[in-house]
Structure formats: C-alpha cells, structure tokens
C-alpha cells in the first residue's frame, strides 16, 4: 500500500473520530441562545494543537520550519491535527453562525462570538503549549 493511501487513511479515521466528538460535544450543549459548543470545540481544539506542538517540536524552538521535521512520528500528527483536530474544530461552522447572527439582526452577539472564538482560541493555543513545555521540563 503507497504512503499517500496510508496517510489518507489516517486523516480520514482521525476526521472522523473528531467530526463525532464535535457532534457529541453540541449534543451535550443543546437550548442555549449563543453557538457555545462551536466556541467549547474551537478553543478546546487550539489548546490541544498548541499542547501537541509544544511536546513534538524539534528542539529548534520553531513551531514552523519547513526544514526540519514536526515530529519523528508524521503518522501521528496526520492522524492528530490534520484529522482528529480538523474535523474536531469547526472554524466554518464558526462563520456561518456569525453570518447568521448578523444577517439576524444580532451584531453584539457576532460580535462577542467573534471576540471570543479568537481571543479565547489563540490564548488556549498558547496555554496548550506552555503546558506542553512545562510537562517536558519535569
């Protein structure tokens, strides 16, 4: 079997494992007049991407270098953040819902999910990594 059909297998298994724990996520936060499962999935998933990077990164200290690899095991990081991550997250469901908040006559609201979805998803990435270093340390 080629590596490309390997590598597919293993972002399609991890999307769906992600696409499902997302599903269950918003089963779980049902009634509530704001998308707070799309914001829980969101900033949950930069923190665990922000945690995986931390404990992978080469000991260069760059999180993005293209000359050096991410991390000895690129099966795990296919199936991690391109799949289980990425079908995890729900960046597109996050737009549209805005969209419609807007297009609903509810700018506060698209605009506190707005604020919210990126403040609280790039300080959880950024929390997720200092974790991840801290573990590494000791």
Do not use: C
């Amino acid at each position: 079997m080629s590596t490309f059909w390997i590598s597919l297998g293993l972002v399609a298994s991890g999307g769906a494992i992600g696409a499902s724990l997302r599903y269950l996520v918003a089963l779980l936060i049902r009634g509530v007049d704001f998308p707070l499962s799309t914001l829980i999935v969101n900033v949950l998933g930069s923190f665990l991407i922000g945690l995986f990077v931390g404990l992978v990164q080469h000991e260069t200290g760059l999180v993005h270098d293209e000359h050096v690899p991410f991390t000895s095991k690129p099966g795990f990081r296919l199936f991690f953040v391109t799949g289980l991550l990425g079908g995890f997250t729900t960046f597109s469901t996050f737009s549209l819902e805005t969209m419609g908040l807007l297009q609903g006559g509810e700018p506060v609201k698209a605009a506190f999910n707005m604020i919210l979805s990126n403040g609280l998803g790039i300080a959880a990435a950024f929390i997720g990594y200092a974790v991840a270093l801290t573990m590494k340390r000791g």
